[in-house]
């Protein structure tokens, strides 16, 4: 229990220096100092700063999982109303780490290959928790789907694209919340629920 708190102590502390200064301008003798933990604990924890930065990614994602497993779980809503509320706490809460933590931004974006990795775990445990919700769905009748796992990767690739524009604000400019939310359920019902199949041929 103490490893974990302190482990989590430097996680916090480090996520606040690297927002002020950015993850260049940060040294881990500021991470030691700002935690009063010293720079012996530091290095039982991390070899690096940048061990130290992936930590502080990891940890955005865990709280993000946390808040969408909850919304998962709950009895109150449909299925359909679980998926469009897990599509929008995503893309707030994406937002909400990236806009709070300052001077990371950059990193964050530059080296989005390091990133992806890091959301690797995370990305598992989402598309399991988005094909729980839709065989909910299928359980209960309220959805007629052909492939659970292809629906879940379009869901799951357009949410990562998604990403960067909500952040920036240029998803839906100009929409009150509630039309988008209107307009994504509307989408969303159409996929899942029997329609006329389309006569396509490729």
Same mark, same amino acid.
């Given at each position: 229990?103490?490893?974990? $708190? ?9 996520? *606040?220096?690297?927002? $002020? ?15 009063? $933990?010293?720079?012996?604990?530091? #290095?039982? #924890? ?7 930065? /992936? ?10 999982? *946390?808040?969408?497993? %909850? ?11 679980? /998926? ?11 937002? %909400? ?18 990133? %992806? ?11 399991? /928790? ?32 998604? %990403?960067?524009? #909500?952040? #920036? ?7 009150? *919340? ?15 629920? $029997? ?8």
């Amino acid at each position: 229990m103490a490893v974990t $708190k302190t482990r989590n102590r430097l996680v916090d502390v480090a996520r *606040q220096i690297f927002a $002020k200064r950015g993850l260049e301008n940060t040294t881990m003798n500021d991470i030691a100092v700002a935690s009063g $933990k010293g720079r012996r604990t530091l #290095y039982t #924890y991390f070899k690096s700063k940048e061990d130290l930065y /992936l930590a502080v990614i990891e940890g955005e994602l865990v709280r993000l999982l *946390q808040y969408m497993n %909850e919304m998962a779980s709950t009895s109150e809503m449909s299925a359909e109303e679980k /998926l469009v509320s897990l599509i929008y706490t995503h893309l707030n809460l994406v937002k %909400e780490a990236v806009q709070r933590n300052g001077n990371l931004r950059a990193e964050f974006f530059r080296d989005i290959i390091t990133v %992806e990795r890091v959301r690797k775990r995370f990305d598992e445990n989402e598309r399991n /928790l988005f094909a729980g919700v839709v065989a909910e769905g299928v359980r209960t009748g309220e959805f007629e789907i052909d492939s659970i796992p292809l629906f879940v990767d379009i869901l799951h690739f357009s949410l990562k694209g998604l %990403e960067i524009p #909500y952040i #920036y604000g240029r998803l839906g400019r100009g929409l009150a *919340q509630g039309v988008s939310h209107a307009i994504v359920q509307k989408m969303l019902h159409k996929m899942l629920t $029997k329609n006329e199949k389309p006569n396509i041929t490729f």
